[in-house]
């Protein structure tokens, strides 16, 4: 059976994890941390990074940070995962959820303006598949309603939002961006997560609610003479542990990334007859963004197709899954929606497969997969 996920080890994380044991500092901010962000700093644009132990807290953070409370609404796309909801409703904000692009799974932006009203506070685009919402769009929305943007880029890393000023990362395109290291991610460390801050205003605050509320890394700087409590805060920030082996995934960023954008391709290629057939559709890349080989699906035309294309497929060895349900028709918060009909979330609600993407699946693989599509459509 060809699973749908494997984490990839590049060899070096048993490594880093046993200096950052026998360094004798294993709690957070240690060595290692700082390596992590310093990758990020220096290679990736991003003014600031600090990690987290997931980016489910990263949301979290992003949502104290921006004060939100329960006079707030945020504008959230209903297909994603429940954390991107979930830091907001914590803080006791209305939820306003938006419908998916019709050739995306992404934020619908023409849509947003619609649902802006006086309590809007914030927007929260989803980098689906790590491909860009139209950030160029939505940051004009919020400089015009004068909106905070905080972008979950959990699948986004090493992705892309091209503009008119050439191309920024993912991440770095809002107020601040959410990042998950999650085992299921392309870059993962079993669990894990990092907020990037692209205005100064927020690095110290961000840096105190991450340590509870404690002015703790600026007495570990030396630029106060003991730490208090400061602020409100909570724990946000991984054990050195978690950025060791964080840090030997990162050095092979590259090689992971090539190695998983020629699968997608190889899919992509491979699937363009049975789409041109009509059958489904592969996804699709906006002009404005880049893909960075974190997942490919296909979208079926109906649910009973797609049930019986996994079906086909799990007894061909493969093994495909579909992914979000609608949140907007959550049990948690169906009475609370305001009705509003979000047609293309449900669409790939139901209509969505994601086919097996990791480092060590080979093209041979692939090949086999689409042939395996390919004979479903043709039987
Ligand atoms: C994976 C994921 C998350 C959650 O990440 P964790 O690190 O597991 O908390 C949030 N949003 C999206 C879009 C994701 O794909």
Known sequence: MIPFNKPYLTGKEAHYLYQAVLSGKISGDGIFTKKCHDFFQNNNQFKKVLLTTSCTDALELAALLLNITPEDEVIIPSYTFVSTANAFALRGAKIRFLDSRPDHPGIDESKIEEVINEKTKAIIPVHYAGVASDMGKINELAKK??????????????????????????GACGDMGCFSFHETKNIMAGEGGMISLNDEQYFSRAEILREKGTNRSAFFRGEVDK?????????????????????????????????????????????????????????????????????????????????????????????????????????????????????????????????????????????????????????
């Open 227 to 379: 730490y208090n409590w400061v602020d409100i805060g909570s724990s946000f920030l991984p054990s050195d542990i978690i950025a060791a082996f964080l840090y030997a995934q990162l050095e092979n960023l590259e090689a992971i990334q090539e190695k998983r954008k020629s699968i997608w391709n190889r899919y992509y290629e491979n699937l363009e007859e049975v789409e041109t057939a009509g059958h489904l559709t592969r996804p699709f890349v906006p002009s404005f963004a880049t893909q960075n080989g974190h997942m490919f699906y296909v979208v079926c035309r109906n649910l009973d197709e797609r049930t019986r294309l996994a079906e086909y497929l799990k007894a061909n060895g493969v093994y495909a899954v579909f992914h979000y349900l609608s949140l907007h028709n959550a049990p948690y918060f169906k009475q609370n929606h305001d009705g509003r009909p979000l047609t293309e979330s449900d669409r790939y609600t139901d209509c969505l497969l994601r086919l097996p993407l990791f480092y060590e699946l080979e093209l041979a693989q692939v090949d086999m997969i689409c042939d395996t599509i390919r004979s479903f459509y043709n039987k």
């Open 145 to 170: 309603h004068n909106l905070h943007v905080v972008e979950d880029a959990a699948q986004a890393i090493d992705s892309y939002y091209v503009g008119k000023n050439g191309k920024t990362p993912l």
